[in-house]
């Protein structure tokens, strides 16, 4: 019988804190810190959205980069599944995890740089444009860790081959038949912007459906492609 994986819980939350959470608290006291020398600084609300534009991406690759390839080129994953623990469920909780910490990003700006800034204001939607940027790139990167080492290079890659090819389709360039194939196939990265409108419709349908499918994906690969004998139960 496998067991689930709730035990590692603790530590896995322990190892974000300690990496990705002391980053983001470290980046929101120097961002607090630079604005107290502002005579005259922005609102509150437009820094925690330019800060956010440029920290998300980012953040979500330091979330998610080597999840599964890490664990399997360093070995760690022999002590992790001696026991008979779903491999699936193991790293789908260390992904949840993970966008918790994304879900962070905001409140955490927006506590520190209210003490400068005053106004204190929690921006849901923005909150919302990351947990659906975190769900396409930090799936990308759960897909890709469990067949390839470099799956946060080549999540990257994807997001910056889909915002070339979304920034030329809206200027009104025609693309060639393989680009656009190659648009089709990519992640929808482009129809979440930061800061920007949440998608709505069939675009958020989009995103949400491709990131699950991402997801999915990830856990069909652990399921058949066990990393250790405890996945194997």
């Known amino acids: 019988m496998t067991i689930l994986p ?15 959470g002391a980053l983001l608290l470290g980046v929101a006291i ?4 630079i604005l107290r020398r502002f005579d005259t600084p922005p609102a509150l609300g437009v820094v925690v959205s330019g800060i956010a534009g440029q920290l998300g991406s980012l953040f979500i690759l330091f979330c998610t ?23 699936a469920g193991f790293y789908l909780q260390r992904w949840v995890l993970g966008g918790l910490m994304v879900a962070l990003v905001v409140p955490v ?6 003490v400068v800034l005053g106004g204190f204001r929690i921006d849901w939607h923005l909150m919302a444009q990351l947990e659906m940027l975190y769900l396409l790139l930090g799936g990308s990167v759960f897909f890709l860790s469990t067949m390839i080492r470099a799956d946060w290079l080549f999540a990257l890659l994807a997001l910056i081959v889909d915002t070339v ?11 060639s038949l393989i680009l656009n194939a190659i ?29 699950a499918g991402l997801v999915l994906a990830a856990l069909a690969v652990l399921r058949w492609r066990p990393l ?5 139960s």
């Open 183 to 211: 648009a089709t196939v990519l992640p929808p990265f482009h129809l979440v912007k930061l800061p920007g409108a949440n998608p709505s419709g069939s675009a958020l349908m989009h995103v949400l459906l491709y990131g």
């Open 109 to 114: 700006l927006t506590v520190a740089l209210s």
């Open 228 to 232: 250790g004998t405890g996945g194997r």
């Open 65 to 87: 980069a080597g999840m599964v390839s890490s664990d399997r080129i360093q070995g760690y994953y022999r002590s992790y599944f001696a026991r008979p623990v779903s491999p």
């Open 6 to 20: 709730f035990r590692y819980g603790r530590w896995m939350l322990r190892d974000i804190l300690l990496a990705q």
């Open 165 to 175: 090819l979304s920034q030329l389709k809206s200027s009104g360039v025609k693309l």
């Open 30 to 33: 120097l961002s607090a810190f």
